[in-house]
Each structure stands twice: as C-alpha cells, then as structure tokens.
C-alpha cells in the first residue's frame, strides 16, 4: 500500500513538473508559437527522458501562424534524442517521420517539419501531429488522442535506419501533461 502510495506521489508530481519554454507573439506577424520544456529544474539531467532505454527529451508545441487571408494551426511535439551512431544519417526536413504508438495500439504518424538535422551526437526535430499531405483536423484529432491516452512507443525514421523507443508507467503520465499544458494555455489565450 505504501509502495503503491508513493508511485502515485511520484507519477502526480511528474506530470505537474512541466513548464512552458516559449509562449510568444510575434509582435510583426502576429504569429503565436508555445512550447512546453523538456525538463523539470534549471538544466536538462538524464532522468528528464521520456524512455528507459536511451535519451529522449520530449516536448509538445502549436503554432497559430495569422495571414491576412488565412489562419494556419500547427501542432507538433519536438524531440531531443542523443544517439551517438554516426550510421543513423539524418532527419531530413518534410521527410522525416516518426510514428507514435499509443498504449491501447493506435498509430499516429508524423512528419517532419524543422530543418535537415544530420548530428553524428544526436538529433533535434519537430514533427507535426499528421502524416505529409495529411489534414488540419486529423492533426487536432491526433492533438486530442494525445491528450487523452498513453504513449507507449515512438519510432523514429531517419534516413538509414529506424530507432524505436518504448516509455513505461512512470514517463506516460508525463508526456501527457505536456499535452494537457499546452492545451490549457491554447485555451486561456481565447
């Protein structure tokens, strides 16, 4: 019981640690970009990743980009991954893709939309909750599964070869608070 106690503890005090890194209009274009923070105190440490089995920071974004004729909504989760494997090639811009397995086994795909990242260390890209060519209310739909379920996998597609990453019970609640976030700071701004 008292084990069982503290997990809760832990898992509630997690998916509460998540902070905003940028919530920004540009004054000029009146573009509206939020991003949550990869990690919880002052500097990035190793238990800030979202998996077990490597380094992998995860955070979650939207942008509203305002035109005179049109309004666009991005919404995105960026990663941090340090891989240190020259073999891996790159992330390339529109063509990078990562699939998202949700723990009840949905699949979201996403694909890249930050530019080319070649890093033999590790990787920094964002991804848009949609596969290229997909549809804006596929991506809030996505949006929505994300903010409600568990991620259990991400699989990353570069271009050599495919990282896969499995998150356990302790960093789900986590990655979901990202979402939960971002959604309610969408949401104070209307």
């Keep these: 019981m008292k084990s069982t106690l503290l997990l809760l503890l832990l898992v509630c005090q ?13 004054k000029t274009t009146g573009t ?15 238990d800030d990743s979202i998996v077990p089995n490597g380094l992998v920071f995860f955070s979650s974004g939207y942008q509203k980009i305002n035109k005179p004729d049109d309004t666009s909504e991005v919404y995105f989760v960026e ?5 240190k494997d020259t073999r891996l090639g790159c992330l390339k811009d529109t063509d990078g893709k990562i699939l998202i397995t949700m723990k009840d086994g949905s699949k979201i795909e996403c694909f890249q939309i930050s ?23 596929l991506m809030r739909q996505n949006f929505n599964t994300l903010l ?33 976030l971002l959604d309610k700071t969408i949401k104070a701004s209307l």
Aim: overall charge positive.
């Design 14 to 26: 997690g998916a509460f640690a998540q902070t905003l890194l940028m919530n920004s209009v540009d």
């Design 148 to 180: 409600t379920g568990e991620v259990a996998k991400i699989k990353i597609f570069t271009t050599e070869k495919e990282l896969e990453y499995s998150t356990n019970s302790a960093t789900r609640p986590v990655i979901k608070a990202h979402f939960g």
């Design 79 to 83: 990663l941090n991954i340090v891989h």
């Design 32 to 46: 509206r970009t939020i991003i949550t923070n990869n990690h919880k105190g002052a500097e990035i440490k190793w």
């Design 115 to 137: 530019p080319t990242d070649c890093d033999p260390v590790g990787f920094t890209a964002a991804f848009a909750l949609m596969p290229k060519n997909g549809s804006k209310d």
